[in-house]
């Protein structure tokens, strides 16, 4: 992955206050001519655009640090640096409008950390997951608070979100397959679930019965920490459970139109 991939990927995956391991060559990167681009959703235009952060001479105060030695510049000795701390505001800009989105970062010469975010790093994960409003309806709200409560580094209490998500998935399944989920046990129901349809993409399927487990022991028994760097891949389970929901859901509209339209012949043909 280049450099600028690599950056765009922190800056806009990344929550506020998460610490990058960044190398000289990081150092050097924001030091000269550079460009990072993201996808974003645009408030001004009311959809996804390519924002550009443009630095046509890299950030002063970083290229200062780094002329001490222009014969070798990659032999730079930053060992007199190591205490220094750069504050810089990266402005990204739609590509169609004049909007501009701030993430402010912090620079010293083993990491960068991303202090801030504007617009905030739960509304911009917020639009990816409007899609699902309609399959999980009031839990939606639910997945926006998980995402919520992770930005503010908050893993536990984000954990309880998407476990209510997943069991209200399963138990809606249940009910419509086998009768009452009250009172069974999650695996039991899932199993049933997925003898009528497929729920947990296929990939997953040797951990399939760890999703539940670990939801649970986040709850009950992980620590704070465990659970923060565990989100991103619960929450990534959970919108893949989703997007299955969706292609099932728009699967099932595709075919009532094409049923719809077979039929329309039969009747004429009798
Ligand atoms: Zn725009």
């Known amino acids: 992955m280049d450099n600028a991939k690599r950056w765009a990927d922190f800056l ?3 929550p506020p206050y998460s610490l990058y391991e960044i190398s000289r060559e990081d150092f050097w990167f ?13 408030d001004k235009c009311g959809k996804e655009r390519v924002f550009t952060c443009y630095n046509k001479e890299g950030i002063k105060s970083i290229r200062n640090e780094m002329v001490i030695n222009t014969s070798q510049p990659m032999q730079i000795n930053t060992k007199p640096y190591e205490s220094m701390e750069h504050f810089v505001d990266l402005e990204f800009i739609c590509s169609y409008c004049d909007n501009i989105h701030h993430i402010p970062i912090k620079v010293t010469v083993g990491n960068v950390m991303k202090y801030g975010q504007y617009p905030s790093y739960a509304r911009e994960k917020t639009y990816e997951v409007v899609k699902y409003k309609n399959i999980i309806s009031k839990y939606y709200t639910e997945l926006t608070r998980a995402i919520n409560l992770y930005s503010q580094k908050c893993g536990i209490a984000a954990f309880v979100h998407l476990r209510r998500i997943f069991e209200y998935l399963i138990d809606k399944k249940y009910e419509k397959y086998v009768g009452s989920p009250a009172g069974i046990k999650f695996k039991e129901k899932l199993n049933k679930v997925e003898k009528n349809e497929q729920v947990i993409p ?6 399939k019965n760890m999703i539940y487990k670990i939801l649970s022991k986040g709850i009950h028994e992980y ?4 659970c923060y760097s565990l989100y991103p891949a619960l929450e990534y389970i959970i919108k893949s459970i989703l997007d299955i929901e969706l292609e099932k859901k728009q699967r099932k509209k595709e075919l009532d139109e094409v049923r719809r339209k077979i039929n329309s012949k039969r009747m004429e043909e009798k």
């Open 202 to 207: 296929q990939e997953l399927n040797t951990e």
């Open 30 to 42: 924001l030091s000269g001519e550079f460009e990072i681009k993201m996808d974003a959703f645009c």
């Open 223 to 226: 620590e704070e920490d465990e």
């Open 12 to 14: 806009q995956k990344e």
